[in-house]
Every structure is written in structure tokens, then in C-alpha cells.
Nanobody, 119 residues
């Protein structure tokens, strides 16, 4: 059974940092592109960042470029999102996602973790 479990969401002040982690199980980790998405209240879910199967290529939404860093740890089957210089507009539920190599859409999702940035 494939599982993606996120950790690390909490309340943080604007300008602060936070590190989210996602533990993946039940899959061959290196066969999947891993990503982070977020959904703010009243808004649609949006792409935040992704990292390729080997970990040597990343892509970011313009709104987080230069502030967020995605990484993956093959020893522990985890993907992390380091978030710096947080802004109130970063407040959202953050979801870890996975898509098997060759697929266009993400098809595996975690349950989400709440990040709240106070002004």
C-alpha cells in the first residue's frame, strides 16, 4: 500500500523558516517524481515545487522561487521542502505528491499538513 505522510506544518511568524517532510512508503522511490502542492482557503490547489527521480533537477512556482528548496533523501525515502522568508500568503495546507516516471499527472497524494504564517 502506497503512503505519503507529511510532517512539519505549524504556525510560524512572517519572515521565519519551516521545513516540511514527506515520508514515502510502498513504492520504489527512485521511480517517482516528487512534488509539493498547496491549497489556501477558498483557492484551488497550486503547484509549489517538484524534484525529478534522480534529485538533480528541480522546478518551482514563481511565487516561491528563491525562498523554497525541495530535496529528496533516497536512504530514507523522504522528500523535504525547506521554506524560508515565509509570508502570510504562504499560509495553506501543503500536500506531498508523487507521479510515476512517464506519467503526466500526479496520482499519489498525502493527507496534507497545515502551514500558517502570521503577520
Amino acid at each position: 500500500q502506497v503512503q505519503l505522510v507529511e510532517f512539519g506544518g505549524r504556525l510560524v511568524e512572517a519572515g521565519g523558516s519551516l521545513r516540511l517532510s514527506c515520508a514515502a512508503s510502498g513504492l520504489t522511490f527512485s521511480n517517482y517524481v516528487m512534488g509539493w502542492f498547496r491549497q489556501a482557503p477558498g483557492k484551488e490547489r497550486e503547484f509549489v515545487a517538484e524534484i525529478n527521480w534522480s534529485g538533480d533537477s528541480t522546478r518551482y512556482a514563481e511565487s516561491v522561487k528563491g525562498r523554497f528548496t525541495i530535496s529528496r533523501d533516497f536512504a530514507n525515502n523522504t522528500v523535504c521542502l525547506q521554506m524560508n522568508s515565509l509570508k502570510p500568503e504562504d499560509t495553506a495546507v501543503y500536500y506531498c505528491a508523487a507521479k510515476r516516471l512517464g506519467l503526466y499527472r500526479y496520482h499519489l497524494w498525502g493527507q496534507g499538513t497545515q502551514v500558517t504564517v502570521s503577520s
